[in-house]
């Protein structure tokens, strides 16, 4: 690689105490004072990575020269400082590496080439599921079990913390990926020596999390990113960006007493998706700023991919450089933070307004108690009404116009239908007429009422439609946020204090982010209260908001599915789309820790805290929410006298090491990992098979079949694979014949590291609908070369490939959104698909579908398969495609779609070719970007 030519002579020192760091300055380069906070970032980016090839004097100009009015054109090359994974994640990663030295050896080439060449960080914190709740051992037995299901993957990991360089795992019962970052990983300002000299600039981060703009909150410039986009950010390659456009949101006023940081969160959230921020960057300004805790800008960002931007950005001021000292950071790495802030003009100023491209406000005192559901984050419901929605939104769930009812579906998988990442009427649109409308208040509607008598424990109880079944404190959005957790242990006294119970049919959970939690907890005396209402440690993980909730109380379930009831999950997450929190569960809803106590405490949905007590007292008079909701003064005098460095810097100590069991397991070494034939957790992938030193060109596509025809809003979660195994299906079927028991079967995402069945279970979602199907849903399609047979996709496509047929998807719009899951794309890629054409994509997914050698094609504008006549059945060529091996990316290629039985095509258009960037070109050319990453390590 070519040296930074500084063609701005930006590089110079900056001294620190007695430290002397080498930075890349931006005063002086014409443009960048009034940038804003996050673009600063990115110029500063540039100037360091400048090399005259991916990185030139223009796109730095044009990126200092920004025009915040111009819709996003220019390419950047952006190189972030690390990368942050979890462990359902990370595990295909590290496994990728794994294979990479293999091939790097295969090719003549140097293994030990393939490490991490920026830092990576590994948090595992996905595999815990509640199995054991409600008891003082609910801890110690959940990790017991997570270990039992989960030590082949951690052995796996074990060896990569070993093996690669920057790479580093932080083991199991430790905290959530993205508090975990918050509280230790992050820099703010990193620090690195290159060519004998120590740098410093800003810490930069992608994550393969959605969630990882949690720490914008910090001033880090960060988002989530697709695994294979992180496995390239690991080994050093830029992340394709387009110069976006930024959101100012100006903040006025306080949160008034009453009202959390999530009431917040949840506003902004609306705010924002009806505003419309897709793959922009929004930034807070204003004098509201300076008067927002951390904890609660690090909420905000942590909903980001809810309101769907990329990033949600705080700028560093004295409130960063507390939460600094707070959290145990080095002081000298304080000292650092500000200076090199206040050096670059990164430091808030609210006297000075950066340039933004869009402009929006809230005055924080506005803001009152809210709640969000029945399944979209973005449908914020004001506590006050609640009751009255919840009556109208059953209605749905329940019964049809016709008051006649609806046969219950068998959910089993978590993680479906996450929100759209665009705001489109078209996707409302859509969902409406598939039966899930938007919120309409039904004040005058019947409430439909089904009791049913169980007994649990003895005690006969009665539940019905509205019963919650699952009341989780769970989730890094809320439990990095000491206000909103200490007001949840707080109400939880109170509620002791005047007799209040938590009725029988209620699973508690308690899932802090970090052992922090348990401390200050601890030193507040709070845990006796919160353990009295059945809130016992379940363990340090996302649980119940990522679809880990564990099964819901066995008579409950029983009743749930017998008699077809709506009943209820509410949780302190971010997500709570239909399917993903639990099986039995139709209604989920997203609120604070201390509402969520509240509606423990309440038992039901249909409950209006304003007018319904939820108890008596000792003395028998009725206890209202606003007898037992703890004052803000209040819970700050508390977290004041209960939170100190000393928990930080103590239980981050030695956060790598991990505890007897981790340290315990038998761990496989060497520079090369020994795959096990048997595993059925860890294998290695077959991208590099035959693989040669020069890429083969590019070619047309001809004689192809629709292997799926898939209407808007098809998400990753319709696409990845995740949730429960199910024993009938192709990979439940693959486990059975490699002698795993179905209790043994886990989950998709704890064998993410096996693509035989990750494979299985692509396009396998029971929500899916192929629409080469009629009134089919799931997994299925028609297999052509069975005369049309209807067949499991992963059937169909292994019939396909064995005779040589390419396949092509047809899809709507915003295809791929949701959650950045590289498997989306790796399982297309495994099933034979050779191209997609949609009418739209989220960015993620189009660029993995690039990285793995996948072309993304796009319907003509206003065109889709339907106006075009297309009904699947037809047979595809796609001309033009070889073009890009002269080096140039075609406009447009010609599609030809041949009917059944025809010699000659019915249907021809000119479809958009999707590759956006010469760097995505490259990606194709070389049939995915860890090929192109081998191939250029082998020459470097």
Excluded at 67 to 93: H, K, W, Y
Excluded at 264 to 271: A, D, N, P
Excluded at 546 to 575: H, Q, T, W
Excluded at 736 to 743: L, M, Q
Aim: proline letters at 6%.
């Amino acid at each position: 690689m070519s040296t930074n030519p500084n063609s701005f002579g930006a590089k110079g020192t900056l001294e620190v105490g007695d430290q002397s760091y080498g930075i890349y300055r931006l005063g002086g380069i014409e443009g960048a004072d009034d940038l804003p906070y996050s673009l600063k970032v990115l110029l500063e980016n540039l100037l360091r990575t400048e090399d005259g090839a991916n990185t030139t004097a223009d796109h730095i100009r044009a990126l200092a020269q920004w025009d915040e009015n111009a819709q996003p054109s220019i390419e950047i090359q952006f190189t972030p400082a690390r990368v942050l994974m979890q462990d359902f994640t990370g595990v295909p990663c590290v496994v990728d590496l794994a294979a990479m030295r293999e091939a790097m050896s295969e090719l003549g080439g140097d293994p030990t080439k393939i490490n991490p060449l920026a830092p990576a960080e590994l948090v595992i914190d996905h595999s815990v599921i509640i199995d054991v709740f409600g008891r003082a051992d609910a801890f110690e037995r959940n990790v017991e079990i997570e270990y039992q299901r989960n030590g082949e993957r951690y052995q796996f990991l074990r060896w990569g913390q070993t093996a690669f360089e920057d790479f580093k795992v932080v083991p199991p019962g430790t905290g959530i990926v993205h508090q975990v970052n918050l509280e230790h990983l992050a820099r703010t300002v990193m620090t690195r020596e290159v060519g004998g000299e120590l740098l410093a600039y800003p810490d930069t981060c992608v994550g393969t999390d959605s969630h990882t703009p949690m720490v914008n909150g910090l001033g880090v410039l960060a988002w989530g990113v697709g695994g294979i986009e992180a496995e390239a950010a690991m080994l050093g390659q830029p992340v394709s960006m387009l110069i976006p456009r930024v959101v100012g949101f100006k903040l006025t006023g306080q949160i008034p007493a009453g009202a959390t940081a999530t009431d917040v969160v949840l506003t902004i959230t609306e705010l924002l998706r009806e505003h419309g921020v897709v793959g922009k960057f929004v930034e807070f300004y204003g004098e509201g700023v300076a008067a927002v805790p951390l904890a609660n800008r690090a909420t905000i960002g942590n909903m980001s991919p809810e309101f769907g931007s990329t990033a949600s950005m705080f700028p560093i001021d004295e409130v960063t450089l507390d939460y600094l000292r707070l959290t145990g950071r080095p002081e000298e790495q304080v000292a650092l933070v500000e200076a090199y802030a206040k050096e670059q003009g990164m430091w808030a100023d609210p006297s000075r307004q950066a340039r933004y491209s869009e402009y929006i406000e809230l005055d924080l005192s506005t803001v009152v108690p809210s709640i969000a559901g029945p399944k979209r984050p973005q449908d914020r419901i004001e506590l006050s009404n609640a009751k009255a929605q919840f009556g109208a939104d059953l209605q749905n769930y329940v019964v049809d116009g016709n008051g006649i009812q609806k046969s219950s579906v068998d959910q089993e998988l978590a993680d479906t239908f996450p929100a759209s990442d665009s705001p489109s009427h078209d996707a409302l649109e859509q969902s409406e007429r598939a039966g899930y409308p938007e919120h309409s208040v039904i004040s005058n509607g019947d409430r439909v009422s089904n009791p049913v008598d169980i007994t649990i424990d003895g005690q006969a109880v009665t539940v019905d439609h509205g019963h919650v079944a699952i009341a989780s404190i769970t989730s890094c959005t809320n439990t990095s946020n000491p206000s909103v957790m200490m007001a949840a242990a707080m109400l939880a006294k109170n509620a002791v204090e005047k007799g209040l119970t938590v009725p029988p049919w209620v699973k508690t959970s308690m899932a802090p982010g970090s052992k922090v939690v348990t401390g200050y907890f601890e030193k507040a005396g709070m845990w006796p209260y919160l353990q009295e209402l059945g809130y016992h440690l379940v363990g340090y993980g996302c649980t119940t908001c990522i679809g880990n909730s564990g099964p819901i109380i066995e008579e409950v379930s029983e009743a749930v599915n017998a008699e077809d009831l709506a009943v209820v999950s509410v949780l302190s997450g971010n997500r709570n789309f239909e399917g993903r929190i639990n099986p039995d569960t139709k209604m989920n809803y997203l609120a604070s820790p201390p509402l969520v106590i509240a509606y423990a405490l309440a038992g039901t949905m249909d409950f209006d805290f304003e007018r319904q007590p939820l108890g008596q007292d000792k003395e028998g008079a009725d206890v209202y929410l606003k007898d037992i909701w703890p004052a803000p003064e209040d819970v700050e005098a508390t977290i004041a006298t209960s939170i100190s460095r000393d928990m930080f810097t103590e239980d981050y100590a030695d956060v790598f090491a991990g505890d007897e069991r981790w340290q315990s397991l038998p761990t496989p070494e060497g520079d090369s990992f020994d795959w096990a034939e048997d595993s059925t957790y860890v294998r290695r992938p077959p991208y590099f098979e035959g693989m040669q030193a020069q890429p083969a060109p590019v070619e047309d596509i001809a004689g192809a079949r629709v292997l799926a025809k898939l209407g808007d809003s098809v998400t990753t979660d319709h696409i990845s694979p995740a949730g429960s195994i199910k024993g009938d299906s192709p990979a439940g079927r693959y486990l059975s014949d490699h002698g795993i028991e179905r209790k043994d079967f886990n989950s998709y995402g704890s064998r993410r590291g096996n693509h035989e069945v990750m494979i299985r279970g692509t396009f396998a979602n029971i929500r899916l609908k192929n629409q080469l199907l009629d009134g089919v849903e799931g997994g299925f399609t028609r297999d052509f070369t069975q005369d049309g047979q209807e067949s499991s996709i992963f059937d169909a496509s292994q019939n396909y490939q064995a005779a040589g047929i390419p396949l092509v998807i047809l899809a709507g719009k915003e295809y791929g959104s949701g959650s950045s899951r590289d498997w989306a794309a790796k399982g297309t890629r495994l099933l034979g698909v050779k191209a997609v054409i949609a009418e739209s994509y989220e960015r993620i997914h189009r660029s993995n579908l690039i990285g793995m050698g996948v072309l993304p094609l796009q319907f003509p504008e206003g065109q889709n398969a339907d106006s075009l006549g297309l009904d699947g059945t037809e047979t595809f060529a796609i001309s033009g495609v070889t073009a890009i091996n002269e080096g140039t990316t075609p406009d447009t290629v010609k599609v030809s779609a041949t009917p059944q039985g025809a010699s000659e095509p019915s249907v021809e258009f000119d479809a958009v070719v999707r590759i956006d960037t010469p760097g995505e070109a490259a990606y194709y050319r070389h049939d995915g970007i860890l090929q192109y990453v081998l191939r250029s390590l082998i020459d470097a």
